[in-house]
Nanobody, 118 residues
Framework: QVELVESGGGSVQAGGSLRLSCELS?????MGWFRQAPGKEREGVAS????GTTYADSVKGRFTISQDSAKKYLQMNSLKPEDTAMYYC??????????????????WGQGTQVTVSS
């Protein structure tokens, strides 16, 4: 059974950086990051499999998703106040699609809070 645990969230000033980590128990072909701000619906941020990566337009050029044998990561640079949200890692049993759809991911972590101030 796939289990995911996020860490690395915190508070940062606009223009700063944070690196999120997700511990993986089990295996999945596709791993992704989603986020949800208060009063907003959950939205996709990025995904990765052995074939490549996909990013939301809002974070392209600022965020980088990567993974090694033990964890997946989300490097977040040039952070903006609108990036403030609870960030979740997620896993999918098949390959990633070239878009980010919440319903494609069957396994979810508990979330880690990211707050960006101006």
């Amino acid at each position: 059974q796939v289990e995911l645990v996020e860490s690395g969230g915190g508070s940062v000033q606009a223009g700063g950086s944070l690196r999120l980590s997700c511990e993986l128990s089990g295996y999945a072909y596709c791993m992704g990051w989603f986020r949800q701000a208060p009063g907003k619906e959950r939205e996709g941020v990025a995904s990765i499999d052995r074939r490549g990566t996909t990013y939301a337009d809002s974070v392209k050029g600022r965020f980088t998703i990567s993974q090694d044998s033990a964890k997946k990561y989300l490097q977040m640079n040039s952070l903006k106040p609108e990036d403030t949200a609870m960030y979740y890692c997620a896993a999918r049993g098949g390959y990633c699609r070239p878009y980010l759809a919440e319903g494609d991911f069957g396994y979810w972590g508990q979330g880690t809070q990211v707050t960006v101030s101006s």
